[in-house]
């Protein structure tokens, strides 16, 4: 079975442009996670979805940041304008069900480097 | 106070030991509890979940103390592939949806031949 997909799995830019991050979940997942993991801050939970609605966005460090999840299938995570700051891995997990045992799966990360 | 807080470590134990990790978190409301591994450069993976009761799983077991808020993560007879850096997660329920789910920073374990 295919697992949760991200791409890219490395991107380098520039400070000032758009970066565009891309998640596929698992299929039949009906809860999608967005977070970031920096060495200072740890696993940061950054937005999730479910049935593609948005739930809690409160973790969205600030207007840089936006995501979207146009259909079950596909999601993405924006920064713009990217910051030097904003360097990091971004890992999309998804999960089944409301089971409080439900565990997430990760994808492997996009590792971000803004310079 | 941080939702979760684990000692980051590292632990270096020689192969064959006994190791124990512990994790506290603030909110005395949390309803799920989970250990994940992290291997370098990876992404997190789930490696149990952890039950009321406590529970095992072959090497491992794991336990919840709701009234000091801390569970731990016990391997027994260590084995090199299991360096790795432990993450401790904790959920908030909040009513009919499931929550944050709150990461520790995780604890790094090294096992040497």
């Known amino acids: 079975d295919a697992g949760v997909i991200q791409s890219p799995r490395h991107e380098v830019t520039e400070m000032g442009q758009e970066v565009t991050l891309r998640c596929k979940p698992i299929s039949g997942h009906d809860y999608l996670f967005w977070y970031r993991q920096t060495m200072m801050r740890g696993l940061e939970l950054l937005i999730y979805f479910n049935n593609n609605v948005p739930i809690d966005d409160s973790g969205m460090p600030e207007d840089r940041f936006s995501a979207k999840m146009p259909n079950a299938s596909f999601s993405t995570l924006k920064i713009q304008p990217s910051e030097p700051r904003d360097s990091a891995v971004y890992f999309c997990?998804?999960?089944?069900?409301?089971?409080?045992?439900?565990?997430?799966?990760f994808g492997n990360g996009t590792r971000l480097t803004v310079t | 106070r941080k939702e979760v807080e684990q000692d980051p470590g590292p632990f270096n134990v020689p192969e064959g030991a006994t190791v124990a990790f512990n994790c506290t978190y603030s909110n005395s409301a949390s309803q799920s509890f989970f250990w994940y591994r992290q291997d370098c450069r990876k992404e997190p993976k789930l490696l149990m979940s952890?039950?009321?009761s406590g529970n095992e799983d072959g090497r491992f077991t794991a336990q919840l103390n709701r009234a000091s808020q801390y569970i731990s993560l016990l391997i027994r007879d260590s084995k090199l592939s299991d360096s790795a850096t432990y993450l401790c997660v904790v959920n908030l329920d909040r009513g009919s949806t499931l929550g944050r789910l709150y990461f520790g920073r995780g604890t790094q374990l090294t096992v040497w031949p």
């Open positions: 997990a998804s999960r089944q069900g409301e089971s409080k045992h439900s565990p997430l799966h």
């Open positions: 952890v039950y009321s």
